[in-house]
Protein backbone atom coordinates (compact mmCIF):
# COMPACT_ATOMS: atom_id res chain seq x y z
CA UNK A 1 0.00 0.00 0.00
CA UNK A 2 1.63 3.18 -1.05
CA UNK A 3 0.23 6.71 0.35
CA UNK A 4 0.37 9.77 -1.39
CA UNK A 5 0.74 13.11 0.89
CA UNK A 6 1.93 16.51 0.95
CA UNK A 7 2.10 19.17 3.04
CA UNK A 8 0.89 22.42 2.36
CA UNK A 9 3.32 25.07 3.43
CA UNK A 10 5.66 27.54 1.47
CA UNK A 11 9.18 27.75 1.36
CA UNK A 12 9.87 29.82 5.16
CA UNK A 13 7.40 27.50 7.01
CA UNK A 14 10.18 26.01 9.08
CA UNK A 15 9.27 23.86 12.08
CA UNK A 16 12.17 24.79 14.90
CA UNK A 17 11.37 28.61 14.16
CA UNK A 18 8.45 29.08 12.80
CA UNK A 19 7.50 31.30 16.66
CA UNK A 20 10.44 33.67 15.50
CA UNK A 21 9.37 34.43 12.15
CA UNK A 22 7.00 37.05 10.29
CA UNK A 23 5.73 34.71 7.36
CA UNK A 24 3.94 38.33 5.74
CA UNK A 25 7.57 39.20 5.29
CA UNK A 26 8.80 36.17 2.61
CA UNK A 27 8.26 36.03 -0.54
CA UNK A 28 5.16 33.86 -1.63
CA UNK A 29 6.04 30.89 -3.50
CA UNK A 30 3.54 28.43 -2.93
CA UNK A 31 1.05 28.96 -5.49
CA UNK A 32 2.98 27.53 -8.34
CA UNK A 33 4.07 24.79 -6.47
CA UNK A 34 0.40 23.51 -5.54
CA UNK A 35 -0.16 24.07 -9.17
CA UNK A 36 2.69 21.70 -10.61
CA UNK A 37 1.17 18.92 -7.89
CA UNK A 38 -2.53 19.31 -9.01
CA UNK A 39 -1.58 19.12 -12.68
CA UNK A 40 0.55 15.93 -12.00
CA UNK A 41 -2.04 14.57 -10.07
CA UNK A 42 -5.22 15.60 -12.80
CA UNK A 43 -3.29 14.46 -15.72
CA UNK A 44 -2.74 11.05 -13.74
CA UNK A 45 -6.15 10.72 -12.49
CA UNK A 46 -4.90 10.22 -8.93
CA UNK A 47 -6.60 11.43 -5.60
CA UNK A 48 -4.20 12.59 -2.44
CA UNK A 49 -4.58 13.57 0.70
CA UNK A 50 -3.41 17.05 1.66
CA UNK A 51 -2.69 18.48 5.00
CA UNK A 52 -2.40 22.11 5.32
CA UNK A 53 -1.49 24.59 7.09
CA UNK A 54 -4.57 27.12 8.87
CA UNK A 55 -2.26 29.72 8.05
CA UNK A 56 -2.16 29.02 4.59
CA UNK A 57 -5.91 28.45 4.50
CA UNK A 58 -6.73 32.23 6.29
CA UNK A 59 -4.09 33.72 3.88
CA UNK A 60 -4.23 31.89 1.11
CA UNK A 61 -7.69 30.17 1.19
CA UNK A 62 -7.59 29.72 -2.83
CA UNK A 63 -5.18 27.20 -2.35
CA UNK A 64 -6.46 25.04 -0.33
CA UNK A 65 -10.30 25.79 -2.78
CA UNK A 66 -8.30 24.52 -5.84
CA UNK A 67 -7.03 21.59 -3.97
CA UNK A 68 -10.37 20.83 -2.38
CA UNK A 69 -12.18 21.74 -5.81
CA UNK A 70 -10.27 19.03 -7.05
CA UNK A 71 -11.82 16.40 -4.99
CA UNK A 72 -8.34 15.34 -3.01
CA UNK A 73 -8.65 15.12 0.79
CA UNK A 74 -8.01 17.63 3.26
CA UNK A 75 -6.53 17.32 6.85
CA UNK A 76 -5.09 20.13 9.06
CA UNK A 77 -1.03 20.32 9.59
CA UNK A 78 -1.05 22.73 12.75
CA UNK A 79 -2.01 26.04 12.38
CA UNK A 80 1.47 27.99 11.73
CA UNK A 81 3.58 24.78 11.91
CA UNK A 82 5.62 24.84 15.12
CA UNK A 83 6.42 21.58 17.15
CA UNK A 84 3.97 19.61 18.81
CA UNK A 85 7.14 18.96 20.86
CA UNK A 86 6.73 22.99 21.85
CA UNK A 87 2.85 23.06 23.21
CA UNK A 88 1.28 22.36 26.39
CA UNK A 89 -1.52 20.10 26.58
CA UNK A 90 -3.70 23.74 26.37
CA UNK A 91 -1.85 25.75 23.81
CA UNK A 92 -1.52 22.55 21.35
CA UNK A 93 -5.73 22.47 21.55
CA UNK A 94 -5.58 26.29 21.12
CA UNK A 95 -3.02 25.71 18.03
CA UNK A 96 -5.31 23.24 16.76
CA UNK A 97 -8.56 24.32 17.33
CA UNK A 98 -7.90 27.54 15.64
CA UNK A 99 -6.30 25.42 12.44
CA UNK A 100 -9.11 22.95 12.27
CA UNK A 101 -11.88 26.40 11.77
CA UNK A 102 -9.47 28.07 9.54
CA UNK A 103 -9.50 25.08 6.82
CA UNK A 104 -12.89 24.00 7.67
CA UNK A 105 -14.22 28.01 7.09
CA UNK A 106 -12.63 27.52 3.42
CA UNK A 107 -13.75 23.82 2.50
CA UNK A 108 -17.20 24.12 4.10
CA UNK A 109 -17.07 20.56 5.94
CA UNK A 110 -15.45 18.98 9.14
CA UNK A 111 -12.11 17.64 8.55
CA UNK A 112 -10.59 14.69 10.71
CA UNK A 113 -7.06 13.84 9.90
CA UNK A 114 -4.01 15.57 11.62
CA UNK A 115 -0.87 15.49 10.89
CA UNK A 116 2.00 17.29 13.32
CA UNK A 117 5.10 19.39 11.47
CA UNK A 118 7.68 16.75 11.66
CA UNK A 119 5.70 13.84 12.83
CA UNK A 120 6.31 15.47 16.67
CA UNK A 121 3.86 13.51 18.13
CA UNK A 122 6.09 11.43 20.76
CA UNK A 123 6.30 9.83 24.17
CA UNK A 124 6.87 13.17 25.47
CA UNK A 125 3.34 14.65 24.58
CA UNK A 126 0.76 11.83 24.40
CA UNK A 127 -1.92 14.52 25.30
CA UNK A 128 -1.59 15.75 21.62
CA UNK A 129 -4.16 12.01 21.02
CA UNK A 130 -6.26 12.84 23.65
CA UNK A 131 -6.89 16.46 22.34
CA UNK A 132 -7.16 15.26 18.33
CA UNK A 133 -10.07 12.55 19.68
CA UNK A 134 -12.12 15.15 21.89
CA UNK A 135 -11.88 17.64 18.72
CA UNK A 136 -13.10 14.87 16.45
CA UNK A 137 -10.08 13.72 14.40
CA UNK A 138 -10.24 10.25 13.64
CA UNK A 139 -7.31 9.59 12.28
CA UNK A 140 -3.27 10.87 12.62
CA UNK A 141 -0.32 10.71 10.48
CA UNK A 142 2.50 12.22 13.33
CA UNK A 143 4.27 9.22 14.20
CA UNK A 144 7.32 8.63 13.88
CA UNK A 145 8.28 5.12 14.84
CA UNK A 146 11.65 4.83 15.27
CA UNK A 147 14.68 7.66 17.36
CA UNK A 148 15.10 11.00 15.74
CA UNK A 149 15.88 14.65 16.16
CA UNK A 150 12.92 15.39 17.39
CA UNK A 151 12.13 12.34 20.17
CA UNK A 152 10.42 9.69 17.58
CA UNK A 153 8.42 6.93 18.94
CA UNK A 154 10.16 4.08 18.72
CA UNK A 155 7.74 2.10 20.85
CA UNK A 156 5.28 2.31 18.52
CA UNK A 157 7.05 -0.63 16.64
CA UNK A 158 6.50 -1.92 13.25
CA UNK A 159 5.67 0.89 10.59
CA UNK A 160 2.19 -0.19 9.40
CA UNK A 161 -1.12 1.12 10.19
CA UNK A 162 -2.50 0.41 13.34
CA UNK A 163 -4.80 1.85 16.14
CA UNK A 164 -3.51 4.35 18.96
CA UNK A 165 -5.14 4.68 22.52
CA UNK A 166 -3.81 6.71 25.21
CA UNK A 167 -6.41 7.28 28.02
CA UNK A 168 -9.05 5.38 26.38
CA UNK A 169 -8.92 7.49 23.35
CA UNK A 170 -8.64 5.94 19.87
CA UNK A 171 -7.15 6.82 16.73
CA UNK A 172 -6.19 4.88 13.99
CA UNK A 173 -2.55 6.11 12.80
CA UNK A 174 -0.78 6.37 9.51
CA UNK A 175 2.81 6.71 10.68
CA UNK A 176 5.95 7.87 8.36
CA UNK A 177 7.70 4.40 6.78
CA UNK A 178 11.39 4.69 7.63
CA UNK A 179 13.77 2.51 6.25
CA UNK A 180 17.33 1.08 7.22
CA UNK A 181 19.98 2.63 5.56
CA UNK A 182 23.96 2.55 7.42
CA UNK A 183 22.37 2.07 10.69
CA UNK A 184 20.06 4.70 10.62
CA UNK A 185 16.35 5.18 9.87
CA UNK A 186 15.69 7.03 6.69
CA UNK A 187 12.77 8.28 5.78
CA UNK A 188 13.23 8.19 2.33
CA UNK A 189 9.49 9.22 0.61
CA UNK A 190 9.36 12.53 1.07
CA UNK A 191 11.29 15.30 1.83
CA UNK A 192 14.98 16.17 1.99
CA UNK A 193 15.90 12.52 1.66
CA UNK A 194 13.90 12.08 -1.54
CA UNK A 195 15.46 15.13 -3.36
CA UNK A 196 18.98 13.65 -2.12
CA UNK A 197 18.63 10.11 -3.04
CA UNK A 198 19.00 8.79 -6.24
CA UNK A 199 15.88 7.46 -8.08
CA UNK A 200 17.23 3.83 -8.54
CA UNK A 201 17.48 4.00 -4.47
CA UNK A 202 13.81 4.96 -3.79
CA UNK A 203 12.65 2.33 -6.55
CA UNK A 204 14.31 -0.21 -4.49
CA UNK A 205 12.86 1.29 -1.07
CA UNK A 206 9.56 1.23 -2.31
CA UNK A 207 9.65 -2.20 -3.76
CA UNK A 208 10.65 -3.54 -0.82
CA UNK A 209 8.21 -2.04 1.43
CA UNK A 210 4.47 -3.53 1.67
CA UNK A 211 3.61 0.50 3.31
CA UNK A 212 4.93 3.46 2.51
CA UNK A 213 3.45 6.73 3.40
CA UNK A 214 4.49 9.72 1.28
CA UNK A 215 5.45 13.70 2.45
CA UNK A 216 5.97 15.97 -0.26
CA UNK A 217 5.65 19.94 -0.01
CA UNK A 218 5.43 22.67 -2.77
CA UNK A 219 9.16 23.56 -2.21
CA UNK A 220 10.08 20.61 -2.81
CA UNK A 221 9.31 21.17 -6.61
CA UNK A 222 10.70 24.47 -6.61
CA UNK A 223 14.36 25.15 -8.22
CA UNK A 224 14.65 28.53 -7.02
CA UNK A 225 13.88 28.68 -3.35
CA UNK A 226 15.45 31.37 -1.89
CA UNK A 227 18.28 30.45 0.80
CA UNK A 228 17.09 29.89 4.09
CA UNK A 229 20.12 31.52 5.63
CA UNK A 230 18.71 31.68 8.65
CA UNK A 231 19.46 28.08 9.45
CA UNK A 232 21.98 26.17 11.28
CA UNK A 233 24.41 25.06 8.19
CA UNK A 234 23.42 21.42 8.18
CA UNK A 235 19.94 22.16 8.14
CA UNK A 236 19.94 24.91 5.53
CA UNK A 237 22.10 22.39 3.29
CA UNK A 238 19.32 19.76 3.46
CA UNK A 239 16.66 22.38 2.91
CA UNK A 240 18.65 23.45 -0.82
CA UNK A 241 19.64 20.03 -2.42
CA UNK A 242 17.83 18.34 -4.70
CA UNK A 243 15.12 20.92 -6.15
CA UNK A 244 16.00 21.14 -9.61
CA UNK A 245 15.72 17.06 -10.52
CA UNK A 246 13.01 16.54 -7.30
CA UNK A 247 9.81 17.47 -9.86
CA UNK A 248 10.69 14.99 -12.78
CA UNK A 249 11.74 12.70 -9.77
CA UNK A 250 8.43 12.31 -8.80
CA UNK A 251 6.48 12.33 -12.40
CA UNK A 252 8.49 9.05 -12.07
CA UNK A 253 7.57 7.80 -8.89
CA UNK A 254 3.55 7.79 -9.49
CA UNK A 255 4.41 6.37 -12.95
CA UNK A 256 5.86 3.54 -11.89
CA UNK A 257 3.87 2.85 -8.57
CA UNK A 258 0.65 2.86 -7.58
CA UNK A 259 -0.72 5.38 -5.19
CA UNK A 260 -4.35 5.81 -2.92
CA UNK A 261 -4.89 8.52 -0.51
CA UNK A 262 -6.08 8.16 3.13
CA UNK A 263 -9.67 8.10 2.34
CA UNK A 264 -9.11 4.76 0.09
CA UNK A 265 -6.39 3.44 2.05
CA UNK A 266 -9.04 3.53 5.18
CA UNK A 267 -11.27 1.14 2.77
CA UNK A 268 -8.75 -0.88 2.12
CA UNK A 269 -7.63 -1.88 5.94
CA UNK A 270 -9.31 -4.60 7.70
CA UNK A 271 -9.37 -2.05 11.14
CA UNK A 272 -10.48 -4.87 13.40
CA UNK A 273 -7.05 -6.98 12.49
CA UNK A 274 -4.82 -4.21 13.30
CA UNK A 275 -3.13 -3.93 16.11
CA UNK A 276 -4.02 -1.37 18.96
CA UNK A 277 -1.09 0.24 20.61
CA UNK A 278 -1.19 1.27 24.02
CA UNK A 279 0.99 4.64 25.00
Known sequence: MNILTFD?????????????????????????????????????????????LGWVAEKHPQIIRDIAGQGHQIGCHSYQHELASYFTEA????????????????????????????????ESNLFCIDVLAELGFTTDCSIFPTTRDYGGMPSYGSAEPSIIEHNG?????????????????????????????????????????????????????DPENPDMDWLPRIRRWKNSIGHKSAYNKFLRYIDDFEFVNIEVADKMINWSNVKTIKV
Open 8 to 52: IEDWYCYDTISRNLNWDDYEVRIYKGVEKILLALDERHLKATFFC
Open 91 to 122: QFREDTIRAKNAIEDVVGHQIALFRAPSFSIT
Open 169 to 221: YRLKEYPISPMPLLNKQVVYSGGGYFRLFPYWLIKKFTKQSDYVMTYFHPSDF
